[in-house]
């Protein structure tokens, strides 16, 4: 159970210093109004990344199955 508190405890710990690592002040002296760049769009690569992630599934339970 200590063991589990750590990895949970490290990985909190983790996203924390991640994410305030990417964190962007913005700019002084802009003053608003144009927006930023447009977004990318993710919807064309979708169904790849649900076979690959089939694949993957696939690949980690017959692994489980063959240790077990």
Do not use: C, H
């Amino acid at each position: 159970m200590k063991n589990n508190y750590k990895k949970f405890l490290l990985s909190i710990i983790a996203l924390t210093v991640s994410f305030a690592g990417f964190a962007q002040l913005p700019d002084p002296g802009t003053g608003g109004g144009g927006g930023g760049d447009p977004p990318a769009p993710i919807n064309n690569e979708l169904i790849w990344l649900a076979i690959v992630g089939l694949f993957f599934a696939y690949f980690i339970f017959s692994t489980r199955n063959k240790k077990a």
